[in-house]
């Protein structure tokens, strides 16, 4: 049997092909065998020139390598969070250099002095004031949210201890207040929050507790040192109760990243490493019911499957998102460098694959607007940063229910470099609310404008 598809049917169409058993006196329902439903494939993905679509750039050097960057929504301003660094960089909206802020610490004294982060490299760990990886900036009730002091990829017996720290600034007076979190061994990552005013909470995950055990971790800024009011820079050591619910011990599960869903009381958490499924490491993502905050459980766990049988690290989702008016969450798979749907109607997890131009590049951050999920492509293990780095979107509307495929564009005639000395590797994205994205890169950042 053959059956012919017309060549100008839509991206999306559905055909169904059903086999059926008839005789001289018709075909009863009961005869259906099987039921083919054949979708027609959009042009899939396509090529285009940053410069065709965007008519504003704009380039900035950055205090150690930007990792996270955010939208203020009341000036439009961008603000970063960078590795390597103990400063917080803000970006005025007419796309000058505003400044950077050291971070301050206990008793007023800066990180340059304090050294509280360890870093550790193949053999060997010091002690730093610089935070290293899993830096993450957000905008909440007004203040601009950060962690520092994550991962550190190695752990070895002789490591300094490492004082992982939440850390809110407020715009308005200059001030920071640093919640430091318990114990001496500790690795911050993902942070998110719910609520506003004295109701607002900050949930954050620990790739690495004090105990070495992952978590999530809540807290409500309100009832912790007068809610910090901003008058002098303050610093505060939060309870062995922030932690809320710990991850199994076993497994070398790492949290990493949060989206808060717009449409119930749940987080969705990321988990680089997963729990591993007959014998091989999966990464996972976690749904979390926090509508009773001060016990948190996990409700639902999807493993995400390897769709990129030939790249470097296999499944290792990394950025999420939780848009609002959507039965879909969306997370970017950091080592397979594909994009992750999962329906929380039907529980249903598709995978879209990113092109890629070698199996270095890895996914790295998510922004959605207007319709368009927008991704990031870094290439840190690549020996030459920035040969393939770029980003790209795919259009959400043409992607769906149950498929593997949508529109998409990825874009090329990205800037070399943002540094002098280095090409530039992108990474993490952010949507601003007048449709601006805003994109970091290993030693800038670049603003763009539909």
């Known amino acids: 049997m053959t059956v012919a598809i017309p060549g100008s049917a839509a991206a999306g169409t559905q055909y169904t092909v059903a086999l059926v058993t008839c005789d001289s006196t018709g075909c009863p329902s009961s005869a259906q065998h099987a039921v083919l439903t054949v979708p027609v494939a959009p042009t899939s993905w396509v090529t285009r020139s940053y410069q065709s679509n965007y008519s504003h750039f704009a380039s900035?050097?950055?205090?150690?390598?930007?990792?996270?960057?955010?939208?203020?929504?009341?000036?439009?301003?961008?603000?970063?969070?960078?590795?390597?660094?103990?400063?917080?960089?803000?970006?005025?909206?007419?796309?000058?250099?505003?400044?950077?802020?050291?971070?301050?610490?206990?008793?007023?004294?800066?990180?340059?002095?304090l050294q509280?982060?360890?870093?550790?490299?193949?053999?060997?760990?010091?002690?730093?004031?610089?935070?290293?990886?899993?830096?993450?900036?957000?905008?909440?009730?007004?203040?601009?949210?950060?962690?520092?002091?994550?991962?550190?990829?190695?752990?070895?017996?002789?490591?300094?201890?490492?004082?992982?720290?939440?850390?809110?600034?407020?715009?308005?007076?200059?001030?920071?207040?640093?919640?430091?979190?318990?114990?001496?061994?500790?690795?911050?990552a993902g942070i998110a929050t719910t609520g506003a005013g004295t109701d607002l909470r900050v949930w954050f995950v620990e790739s690495r507790g004090s105990e070495g055990q992952p978590s999530l971790d809540g807290f409500d800024p309100s009832a912790v040192g007068g809610g910090c009011d901003g008058a002098l820079n303050e610093a505060y050591v939060l309870p062995d109760s922030v932690r809320l619910l710990k991850w199994p011990s076993t497994g070398g599960q790492w949290p990493v990243q949060i989206a808060v869903d717009p449409t119930s009381p749940t987080l969705w958490i990321t988990d680089f490493n997963g729990y591993g499924v007959d014998g091989k490491t999966y990464g996972e993502i976690d749904q979390v019911d926090i509508s009773d905050p001060a016990e948190p459980r996990v409700e639902s766990r999807y493993v995400v499957p390897s769709a990129n049988t030939s790249s470097l690290l296999g499944p290792k989702p990394w950025d999420i998102a939780a848009p609002a008016n959507s039965n879909y969450v969306y997370a970017i798979d950091n080592g397979d460098a594909e994009i992750v749907r999962i329906n929380k109607l039907t529980e249903q997890v598709d995978e879209l694959l990113?092109?890629?131009?070698?199996?270095?590049?890895?996914?790295?951050?998510?922004?959605?607007?207007?319709?368009?999920?927008?991704?990031?492509?870094?290439?840190?293990?690549?020996?030459?940063?920035?040969?393939?780095?770029?980003?790209?979107?795919?259009?959400?509307?043409?992607?769906?229910?149950?498929?593997?495929?949508?529109?998409?564009?990825?874009?090329?005639?990205?800037?070399?470099?943002?540094?002098?000395?280095?090409?530039?590797?992108?990474r993490a994205i952010a949507a601003g609310p007048t449709g601006q994205v805003a994109i970091t890169d290993k030693h800038g950042t670049i603003r763009l404008t539909p």
Not at 70 to 97: C, P, R, V, Y
Not at 137 to 165: C, M
Not at 379 to 406: E, H, N
């Open 60 to 113: 900035f050097v950055v205090p150690g390598q930007p990792f996270a960057t955010t939208f203020q929504t009341s000036d439009n301003s961008i603000w970063i969070a960078s590795e390597f660094s103990h400063d917080l960089t803000k970006i005025k909206s007419n796309g000058t250099f505003a400044k950077r802020m050291g971070v301050t610490s206990p008793h007023g004294a800066p990180h340059l002095f």
């Open 354 to 426: 990113i092109p890629l131009t070698s199996d270095m590049e890895s996914g790295f951050g998510l922004a959605i607007s207007s319709r368009r999920l927008y991704f990031t492509l870094a290439d840190d293990f690549l020996g030459d940063f920035g040969a393939a780095s770029t980003f790209g979107y795919i259009d959400l509307s043409s992607w769906p229910q149950g498929t593997s495929y949508a529109d998409g564009v990825v874009y090329t005639g990205l800037p070399a470099v943002t540094n002098s000395g280095f090409k530039a590797d992108y």
């Open 116 to 188: 509280p982060f360890a870093a550790c490299g193949i053999s060997t760990c010091s002690r730093t004031a610089k935070s290293a990886q899993s830096e993450q900036v957000i905008t909440a009730d007004g203040k601009i949210w950060l962690t520092f002091g994550g991962w550190r990829w190695y752990q070895w017996s002789a490591s300094p201890p490492n004082h992982s720290e939440v850390v809110a600034f407020d715009p308005a007076t200059k001030k920071f207040c640093t919640y430091l979190l318990p114990g001496n061994n500790n690795e911050v």
